[in-house]
């Protein structure tokens, strides 16, 4: 059986380095993993996923209604990807919602955070601050691993081996950041 | 040997490493660049690396390193193979001598393209062996081989690996780093490489002679490969092959086509062994017209039945509706689980402080109703904008330009191509416009690099793909070559000179060109260039909106007023279009 990841969020925020992570950390505990990402024009500011596969042996696609976990880095896409979770699913998200430009050109309306928070309240979910605690930590760009930190009591993959990976695969200059926002997350998503 | 967590194109660009190519060359296009960037930075192997102009260009380049003696790949995105078809169908007569593997990445559901074409077609027109892999190992594996497999057959390679190859990542494992270097020697044979009509003839003879013991060959190194284990069998190629291994029930027999073209003889023993067999391939259903060409008694299924979609990309629930639909028990069911409806879409946008949307702002405040033919690039979401009427192919803004121009359409037309573009295939149209008398405007978005794809540098960067200092090509210089005589080039960041320039243009004839010249915003931001950032004073905003129409992802609006973020990047472009003022220069007031 695989443990099936669906990370979401926004161009930008980092949902492959999150991924690179997770990859890394399965080879680390010597096991197999199968993902896909969103690469090309779509990166740019538009709606991303990736898919983590852990223990995955065929191919990288996670089926709507089978994730075992989703992790979202921002609030709006938790709710457009929430169908991807089967039923007892986990959800660990960012609180906060960047806007869509679309909404300001094309004058739509978007539900507040709270109405948002309340569409998901069925689910198994923790909310987490994530900007909070990467400014915390040292610097904004680490909300991705802070919100694999948060996600990290969900993963079957040792909290160690996860530290280790973020080690590998974030830039050397900002290790120390990354695996203090890891942990912020972490102590965070054990309080939900 | 050594695992590996790789995206598959870095897998891919090993393998080529392993494979002792010793040079490389290829046109961006999504899902196949990271190759060749990948090449061109590493440093565990000495090869030579370019990014070429277009795709025939880099085919030809490619194909000359071959006849010389070494081991050249060349890549490109599906449709980069209509590009390079020519050389393509003449390379098979020819042949190769140093290996030479064309890696043409399809791209099911058009993720990022502007049809979803399959290459396996122009494998079959070519007479050409095509290798198609089913998971990011095999596409190591196969583009490793694909060198020595040329060699062997005297052909160009293609392989073909698709998004869900190029850009999934997988644990794979790696072979040692080839040491075996070849310098180039071009051997002169008329016979072979002069493609007069009587040559021709006679390597069209051989090359149609070759096709049975490439299919033998193929079936011999285990590409296409069969377990027997029922009385009913699946078909399946690429990453549909492991979809179905996902879902697909025991006792059922298992057939991968990993390789065109592929043997008769063998598919209809197989085949013919079975009651029934679904056939399940991505794209066009090549292999299926090969199965239904065999199968006498047994009963075939697959898309031109209907049993599975002619488009699109394939999932495991896709592929379990099918085995469903055809009579097989899957061994999972996938419910439905549809998606809440009514959530604000989230498209791509263009960059805060991007480049194309001042000149799109600048170009539609001028010619409030004309024609905008268009093309591909970044600038092609100019179309939220309302400044793209047209794109169909690479190129192609300048010609479908000219042609609506000279249609007797009244109005104006002003197309818009990229600097990339137009040197992969814009020039000739811009000849062709000012040789026949057409009546347009052609605004050329210079932003100094090939932005979409992963910003590779280009004859107008300064640099060469590794790093080589490459005097910028002048593309005013180009234009007036061309025998255009309205040649302006503007930054777009000076909005009220960049409105004039356009005014005077639409007051003139024949072919006038814009160039419209700032580097790309984060080709910018990564060379150190910082501007100061925007904002808005709160008691002058009126609340007009007019800023919000201009769509950049840095302005919001709340309570009915405009608010700039950190997203800003400083072009002071919103300034120049907030009509009351309001919009200022951080701590400037």
């Given at each position: 059986m695989t443990f099936d990841i669906l990370i979401v969020g926004v161009g930008g925020q980092g949902t492959i380095l999150a991924s690179n992570v997770l990859g890394e950390a399965c080879l680390l505990e010597g096991r197999t993993v199968r993902s896909a990402e969103t690469h090309g024009m779509a990166q740019r500011g538009g709606s991303v996923e990736s898919h983590v596969r852990i223990d995955g042996r065929h191919g990288p696609l996670i089926v709507p209604g089978t994730a075992d976990l989703l992790i979202a880095f921002d609030l709006l896409e938790a709710l457009r990807y929430r169908h991807f979770l089967q039923p007892g699913g986990k959800l660990v998200t960012n609180r906060r919602i960047i806007v869509p430009t679309s909404v300001y050109t094309q004058k739509i309306d978007i539900p507040d955070e709270e109405t948002v928070l309340a569409a998901l309240g069925d689910l198994a979910i923790t909310a987490i601050d994530a900007a909070a605690l990467a400014a915390e930590a040292g610097s904004p760009l680490s909300q991705n691993i802070v919100m694999l930190g948060a996600a990290s009591h969900h993963i079957p993959l040792s909290p160690d081996s996860l530290a280790a990976a973020v080690q590998r695969c974030v830039p050397p200059k900002t290790v120390e950041v990354n695996q203090k926002a890891f942990g912020l997350g972490r102590d965070a998503g054990r309080r939900h | 040997m050594a695992t590996r967590y790789l995206l598959g194109n870095e897998a891919i660009a090993h393998a080529c490493l392993e494979g002792n190519a010793d040079f490389a060359c290829g046109y961006p296009g999504t899902p196949s660049s990271e190759v060749i960037d990948i090449l061109r930075a590493q440093q565990e192997r000495q090869l030579y690396v370019e990014w070429s102009t277009n795709e025939k260009v880099a085919f030809e380049n490619a194909l000359g390193a071959s006849w010389s003696g070494i081991r050249a790949l060349c890549t490109m995105k599906h449709v980069g193979m209509n590009v390079a078809s020519d050389p393509l169908m003449t390379s098979a007569y020819t042949g190769v001598t140093g290996g030479f593997v064309i890696l043409c990445a399809d791209d099911p559901f058009a993720h990022s393209s502007q049809n979803e074409q399959d290459s396996r077609w122009y494998a079959h027109a070519s007479q050409v062996p095509c290798l198609d892999p089913s998971s990011v190992q095999e596409a190591h594996d196969m583009i490793r081989d694909a060198f020595s497999l040329s060699e062997e057959f005297g052909l160009p390679v293609i392989v073909r690996p698709t998004t869900r190859i190029c850009h999934s990542k997988s644990d794979v494992e790696l072979g040692p780093i080839g040491t075996e270097h070849r310098i180039g020697e071009f051997r002169r044979d008329p016979k072979q490489y002069v493609m007069v009509p009587a040559h021709a003839r006679v390597l069209h003879t051989k090359l149609n002679e070759k096709q049975e013991g490439i299919k033998k060959r193929l079936v011999e190194l285990g590409y296409n490969r069969y377990e027997i284990r029922g009385e009913t069998a699946i078909i399946a190629n690429g990453v549909a092959a492991a979809y179905v291994q996902e879902v697909m029930p025991e006792g059922v027999s298992f057939m991968t086509i990993g390789a065109y073209p592929i043997d008769g003889e063998w598919l209809a023993g197989f085949v013919g062994r079975h009651r029934k067999v679904l056939v399940v391939e991505e794209l066009d259903p090549v292999v299926e017209e090969a199965v239904r060409q065999v199968a006498t008694a047994t009963e075939v299924h697959g898309k031109m039945n209907g049993y599975l979609p002619r488009e699109g990309e394939f999932t495991p629930a896709v592929v379990a509706a099918a085995l469903q639909a055809s009579g097989f028990t899957p061994t999972r069911i996938f419910p439905e689980s549809p998606p809440v409806p009514g959530i604000p879409p989230r498209p791509p946008i263009l960059c805060a402080g991007c480049m194309h949307r001042a000149t799109f702002y600048a170009m539609r405040k001028v010619f409030r109703d004309a024609v905008f033919p268009s093309d591909i690039?970044?600038?092609?979401?100019?179309l939220q904008l309302g400044a793209v009427d047209t794109t169909i192919c690479m190129g192609a803004s300048i010609t479908v330009g000219s042609g609506i121009a000279q249609s007797g359409e009244q109005r104006d037309v002003v197309c818009s191509i990229g600097d990339s573009t137009f040197l992969h295939s814009g020039i000739h149209g811009l000849i062709n416009a000012v040789y026949n008398g057409a009546d347009m405007i052609v605004v050329i978005l210079d932003n100094r690099t090939t932005a979409m794809t992963g910003h590779q540098p280009n004859p107008t960067t300064g640099v060469t793909a590794t790093g080589e200092p490459s005097g910028p090509i002048s593309l005013d210089a180009i234009c007036r070559a061309c025998g255009v005589s309205f040649v302006e080039t503007v930054d777009p960041y000076d909005l009220p000179l960049l409105i004039e320039t356009f005014r005077q243009a639409r007051e003139r004839n024949g072919v006038r060109v814009i160039i419209s010249k700032q580097p790309c915003v984060i080709t910018a931001r990564r060379a150190g260039i910082r501007r100061k950032p925007y904002a808005v004073d709160p008691d002058r905003c009126t609340g007009c909106g007019i800023c919000r129409a201009f769509g950049c992802p840095a302005i919001v609006f709340t309570d009915d007023h405009a608010a700039i973020t950190d997203l800003c990047a400083g072009c002071g472009v919103c300034a120049d279009i907030c009509p009351a003022g309001a919009i200022a220069r951080e701590g400037r007031r």
């Amino acid at each position: 059986m695989t443990f099936d990841i669906l990370i979401v969020g926004v161009g930008g925020q980092g949902t492959i380095l999150a991924s690179n992570v997770l990859g890394e950390a399965c080879l680390l505990e010597g096991r197999t993993v199968r993902s896909a990402e969103t690469h090309g024009m779509a990166q740019r500011g538009g709606s991303v996923e990736s898919h983590v596969r852990i223990d995955g042996r065929h191919g990288p696609l996670i089926v709507p209604g089978t994730a075992d976990l989703l992790i979202a880095f921002d609030l709006l896409e938790a709710l457009r990807y929430r169908h991807f979770l089967q039923p007892g699913g986990k959800l660990v998200t960012n609180r906060r919602i960047i806007v869509p430009t679309s909404v300001y050109t094309q004058k739509i309306d978007i539900p507040d955070e709270e109405t948002v928070l309340a569409a998901l309240g069925d689910l198994a979910i923790t909310a987490i601050d994530a900007a909070a605690l990467a400014a915390e930590a040292g610097s904004p760009l680490s909300q991705n691993i802070v919100m694999l930190g948060a996600a990290s009591h969900h993963i079957p993959l040792s909290p160690d081996s996860l530290a280790a990976a973020v080690q590998r695969c974030v830039p050397p200059k900002t290790v120390e950041v990354n695996q203090k926002a890891f942990g912020l997350g972490r102590d965070a998503g054990r309080r939900h | 040997m050594a695992t590996r967590y790789l995206l598959g194109n870095e897998a891919i660009a090993h393998a080529c490493l392993e494979g002792n190519a010793d040079f490389a060359c290829g046109y961006p296009g999504t899902p196949s660049s990271e190759v060749i960037d990948i090449l061109r930075a590493q440093q565990e192997r000495q090869l030579y690396v370019e990014w070429s102009t277009n795709e025939k260009v880099a085919f030809e380049n490619a194909l000359g390193a071959s006849w010389s003696g070494i081991r050249a790949l060349c890549t490109m995105k599906h449709v980069g193979m209509n590009v390079a078809s020519d050389p393509l169908m003449t390379s098979a007569y020819t042949g190769v001598t140093g290996g030479f593997v064309i890696l043409c990445a399809d791209d099911p559901f058009a993720h990022s393209s502007q049809n979803e074409q399959d290459s396996r077609w122009y494998a079959h027109a070519s007479q050409v062996p095509c290798l198609d892999p089913s998971s990011v190992q095999e596409a190591h594996d196969m583009i490793r081989d694909a060198f020595s497999l040329s060699e062997e057959f005297g052909l160009p390679v293609i392989v073909r690996p698709t998004t869900r190859i190029c850009h999934s990542k997988s644990d794979v494992e790696l072979g040692p780093i080839g040491t075996e270097h070849r310098i180039g020697e071009f051997r002169r044979d008329p016979k072979q490489y002069v493609m007069v009509p009587a040559h021709a003839r006679v390597l069209h003879t051989k090359l149609n002679e070759k096709q049975e013991g490439i299919k033998k060959r193929l079936v011999e190194l285990g590409y296409n490969r069969y377990e027997i284990r029922g009385e009913t069998a699946i078909i399946a190629n690429g990453v549909a092959a492991a979809y179905v291994q996902e879902v697909m029930p025991e006792g059922v027999s298992f057939m991968t086509i990993g390789a065109y073209p592929i043997d008769g003889e063998w598919l209809a023993g197989f085949v013919g062994r079975h009651r029934k067999v679904l056939v399940v391939e991505e794209l066009d259903p090549v292999v299926e017209e090969a199965v239904r060409q065999v199968a006498t008694a047994t009963e075939v299924h697959g898309k031109m039945n209907g049993y599975l979609p002619r488009e699109g990309e394939f999932t495991p629930a896709v592929v379990a509706a099918a085995l469903q639909a055809s009579g097989f028990t899957p061994t999972r069911i996938f419910p439905e689980s549809p998606p809440v409806p009514g959530i604000p879409p989230r498209p791509p946008i263009l960059c805060a402080g991007c480049m194309h949307r001042a000149t799109f702002y600048a170009m539609r405040k001028v010619f409030r109703d004309a024609v905008f033919p268009s093309d591909i690039g970044c600038y092609t979401l100019g179309l939220q904008l309302g400044a793209v009427d047209t794109t169909i192919c690479m190129g192609a803004s300048i010609t479908v330009g000219s042609g609506i121009a000279q249609s007797g359409e009244q109005r104006d037309v002003v197309c818009s191509i990229g600097d990339s573009t137009f040197l992969h295939s814009g020039i000739h149209g811009l000849i062709n416009a000012v040789y026949n008398g057409a009546d347009m405007i052609v605004v050329i978005l210079d932003n100094r690099t090939t932005a979409m794809t992963g910003h590779q540098p280009n004859p107008t960067t300064g640099v060469t793909a590794t790093g080589e200092p490459s005097g910028p090509i002048s593309l005013d210089a180009i234009c007036r070559a061309c025998g255009v005589s309205f040649v302006e080039t503007v930054d777009p960041y000076d909005l009220p000179l960049l409105i004039e320039t356009f005014r005077q243009a639409r007051e003139r004839n024949g072919v006038r060109v814009i160039i419209s010249k700032q580097p790309c915003v984060i080709t910018a931001r990564r060379a150190g260039i910082r501007r100061k950032p925007y904002a808005v004073d709160p008691d002058r905003c009126t609340g007009c909106g007019i800023c919000r129409a201009f769509g950049c992802p840095a302005i919001v609006f709340t309570d009915d007023h405009a608010a700039i973020t950190d997203l800003c990047a400083g072009c002071g472009v919103c300034a120049d279009i907030c009509p009351a003022g309001a919009i200022a220069r951080e701590g400037r007031r």
